[in-house]
């Protein structure tokens, strides 16, 4: 996954504490002049070095797969993060520059006028450092909610399974995969798109949990559900969209089969590809009082492996096995 080696931000006190420890080592090798000249090229060259390693070690968001680009935005923001890592990059050249600047106005001869000018350097550096506190303290906290993103291939087919908040999405992934995505009896559990995958016939089908979509304009989407919109976008190869004819979810049935209306619309019948789609009525122990493709019941197994079997048929995936001459 494109977001999973991002390192740990250092903090600024990390960085400076790291640097100057370095230079004093290094002036210890030298006496004079050149032990102040030594220690600000090494000080200078960490704190430079380190901020840049902070910067190249984030991918290019324009080269980033656009459903990966989509969570980010959602969960970060790209527009924050390139702004957090220009002011890295200004603090990295900042005090490469320092370290030139006052490595030429050091005195040839004159050891206490150069440790004098040696120490306002360093007060300048920490100063660039302290300006970039929060600009490190953002990235840090962004990487750690950018490394919990799902791992998608692209290669895989993939089910997206979408609908109002708990209607069954991720208790039906948890019956038929290896995933265990939390459940419980209140909307919103999932808080972002979670992956369970199921072989059949040598594929690996990647099921995809959504967080709850509400039936509501995408402006007015918060973070969690646009996480949903970016998988229907991107992702996939078969929707199947849950409902609830019980209630029990918290919803209308009329407000769920709205919704599905609009999904269907949004993704499938406008786009270009070939989605397949499907219906599926959860908690058919207690109503199956709606038209649907399928029926099931989590809760007493009923119909779970036959909704799995349609929705793989649904995205038209075969293994195409090698021809003999």
């Known amino acids: 996954m494109i977001f999973e080696d991002l390192p740990t931000t250092p903090t600024s006190e990390e960085l400076l504490d790291k640097a100057f420890s370095r230079a004093a080592r290094a002036g210890r090798a030298k006496s004079g002049v050149e032990a102040q000249e030594s220690?600000?090229?090494?000080?200078?060259?960490?704190?430079?070095?380190?901020?840049?390693?902070?910067?190249?070690?984030?991918?290019?968001?324009?080269?980033?797969?656009?459903?990966?680009?989509?969570?980010?935005?959602?969960?970060?923001?790209v527009d924050a993060a390139r702004t957090?890592?220009?002011?890295?990059?200004?603090?990295?050249?900042?005090?490469?520059?320092?370290?030139?600047?006052?490595?030429?106005?050091?005195?040839?001869?004159?050891?206490?006028?150069?440790?004098?000018?040696?120490?306002?350097?360093?007060?300048?550096?920490?100063?660039?450092?302290?300006?970039?506190?929060?600009?490190?303290?953002?990235l840090n906290e962004a990487r750690d909610d950018l490394k919990t993103f799902p791992d998608i291939r692209p290669d895989e087919p993939a089910i997206v399974v979408a609908g109002y908040p708990n209607v069954g999405k991720s208790s039906f992934v948890n019956a038929v995969t290896s995933a265990r995505n939390e459940t419980a009896q209140y909307p919103f559990t999932t808080k972002g798109v979670r992956v369970g995958h199921v072989e059949r016939d040598r594929i690996r089908y990647q099921l995809v949990d959504t967080p709850g979509l509400l039936d509501r304009p995408a402006d007015e989407r918060n973070d969690i559900e646009e996480q949903a919109v970016s998988a229907l976008t991107h992702l996939a190869d078969a929707v199947l969209f849950v409902v609830d004819?019980?209630?029990?979810?918290?919803?209308?049935?009329?407000?769920?089969?709205?919704?599905?209306?609009?999904?269907?619309?949004?993704?499938?019948?406008?786009?270009?590809?070939?989605?397949?789609?499907?219906?599926?009525?959860?908690?058919?122990?207690?109503?199956?009082?709606?038209?649907?493709?399928?029926?099931?019941?989590?809760?007493?197994?009923?119909?779970?492996?036959?909704?799995?079997?349609?929705?793989i048929d649904a995205t038209g995936y075969e293994l195409e096995l090698p021809t003999r001459d």
Request: net charge negative; charged share 30%.
């Open 245 to 311: 004819a019980s209630g029990t979810c918290g919803y209308p049935l009329d407000d769920q089969l709205a919704l599905r209306a609009d999904v269907y619309e949004t993704f499938v019948e406008g786009t270009e590809s070939e989605i397949g789609f499907l219906t599926v009525c959860n908690k058919s122990d207690l109503s199956t009082d709606v038209e649907a493709d399928a029926y099931m019941s989590i809760e007493t197994d009923e119909g779970v492996e036959d909704v799995l079997t349609a929705a």
């Open 39 to 77: 220690m600000l090229q090494t000080a200078s060259n960490v704190l430079s070095d380190n901020l840049q390693n902070v910067v190249t070690a984030w991918p290019d968001f324009d080269e980033v797969d656009p459903f990966y680009r989509e969570l980010a935005d959602a969960v970060v923001g």
């Open 84 to 138: 957090h890592l220009s002011e890295v990059t200004w603090a990295s050249r900042k005090t490469k520059s320092l370290g030139r600047e006052y490595i030429g106005r050091l005195p040839r001869g004159d050891a206490d006028a150069a440790k004098k000018l040696r120490k306002q350097a360093f007060a300048r550096m920490g100063s660039v450092l302290r300006e970039i506190e929060d600009d490190l303290q953002f």
